[in-house]
Each structure stands twice: as structure tokens, then as C-alpha cells.
């Protein structure tokens, strides 16, 4: 499990003891049009975060390699992958790879398509429950795929006594290789940003999709009747 590092007041000198290291920051997008109230708040969050890694770093080791979902080049190249992101997550890497981070892919370009196409297919707002449950189990398979190769590259790229960081949307189920010890970066902003977006009914896509599932043994239940 990540220890979140947001409620921890004084870590114990056996999280920073030798072996691989993977600080993990949630990835925060920002919407095309965002509040003035959402956009202080992700300032905050990323300010915060910086605050926190920088304070990771001091205990542990300055990062040595940054991984970044929807990155499948390293370099330069991810670098302006990046650019065109509505997330201040670049920023906070382009200050990790100042300090001699190297900035690792983890993406397949043919597997990304695909999770992205079949999410856009979600947020059309099908009419058919049964194509609904369709694109929704080829969703969730590909992004399972995805995920596996995201940590299979981390785990791969990570050398002994290395520290990562790894920018992911929290929306996911990985599990990282058990002789990594992982620290979530949870500054306070964070929660205000879920706040925000639990009260406002924005819930992420994926959720939304989930509670409208219906089993294919019910469906053809309630049809024949």
C-alpha cells in the first residue's frame, strides 16, 4: 500500500531505508473552461506537491527517474508530449529533469489509442445498453492492459536504490512490485479538489460508466418478459 504521505507528521527512519523508491503523484487535469475557485486550488495542488517531493527528496534521494501516464517517448520527446497536457504535472517533471531526472516512457502508442477511443465511445452517451456493455468491457480490458504495462515499465527502468516518481491519475487499480516502497503524495489541496468535484457532480467518466452496467442475464430477463 502507498503511505500517504499528506498524513504522515513524522515518517519513521525505516521508510528511508535502501532499496527502490517510487513517490507517487496523482495526476490532476485541467477542465477547458475551470472556475477561478478550481484554478487556486490546482495552483495549491501543485505548488503543495512540489513542497512535498522536494521534502521526499531531502530524506530519501533526489529522483532519478519520472514516469508519466499518456508519455510513450522519452526525452525530449515525452518532454513535448507533455506540453500540449492541461496539467501542471509538466512542470513539476521539467523541475525533476533540471536536477538530472531522466524522463522514462511507459506508454504503448497502439494500447494508449485504443483505452482513449474506446473512452471517447463512453462519452458519447450511447443509446443501446447492450453496445453500452459491449465498449464498456473492451474499455476496461484495455485499460487493465495498460495499467500492467505502466508498472511492468516502472518496474523494468527503476534501478536498485533509485527513486521514482510516478504521475498517474488515481482512477486505477496497479500494483507495484512488492520490493518497492511507494510514498503517495497527498497534500491537503487534494482533498479539496475532490471536494470540489463531489459537490459540483463531476464524478470521473469511469465511475459515471459503472453504475450504468447492467447484467447481461437481467437485460435478457427483462426482454423476454
Known amino acids: 500500500m502507498a503511505k500517504k504521505l499528506g498524513k504522515i507528521k513524522k515518517p519513521k527512519a525505516e521508510d528511508f531505508e535502501k532499496g527502490r ?15 477561478a475557485e478550481f484554478n487556486n486550488m490546482l495552483d495549491r ?24 501516464e499518456w508519455v510513450d517517448q522519452g ?21 525533476c529533469l533540471a536536477q538530472q531526472a531522466e524522463l522514462m516512457p511507459v506508454e504503448d502508442r497502439e494500447l494508449l489509442n485504443e483505452f482513449i477511443d474506446w473512452n471517447r465511445c463512453l ?4 443509446m443501446s445498453r447492450k453496445v453500452f456493455n459491449q ?3 473492451s474499455y476496461t480490458d484495455v485499460k487493465k492492459k495498460r495499467e500492467k504495462l505502466i508498472i511492468k515499465k516502472v518496474d523494468q527502468a527503476l534501478g536498485q ?7 498517474m491519475r488515481e482512477d486505477n487499480k ?3 512490485p512488492k520490493d518497492v516502497q511507494v510514498f503517495y503524495i497527498a497534500p491537503p489541496a487534494l482533498d479539496e479538489i475532490q471536494r470540489y468535484l463531489r459537490e459540483k457532480n463531476k464524478p470521473p467518466k469511469q ?19
Not at 47 to 67: C, D, M, P
Open 21 to 35: 523508491k517510487l513517490l507517487y503523484l496523482p495526476l490532476v487535469f485541467t477542465p477547458e473552461q475551470p472556475e
Open 45 to 68: 495542488y501543485w505548488q503543495q506537491s512540489r513542497e512535498q517531493i522536494a521534502n521526499l527528496e531531502a530524506k530519501l534521494s533526489k529522483i532519478n527517474k519520472v514516469f508519466h
Open 135 to 137: 465498449v464498456y468491457r
Open 123 to 126: 462519452a458519447m452517451g450511447l
Open 174 to 176: 496497479v500494483e507495484f
Open 207 to 225: 465511475s459515471a460508466a459503472e453504475s450504468m452496467i447492467i447484467d447481461e442475464d437481467e437485460e435478457e430477463g427483462s426482454q423476454a418478459s
Open 161 to 167: 536504490n533509485e527513486v521514482g516518481l510516478l504521475v
Open 75 to 95: 526525452g525530449e520527446q515525452g518532454v513535448e508530449t507533455m506540453e500540449v497536457m492541461a496539467s501542471g504535472s509538466r512542470d513539476v517533471v521539467k523541475e
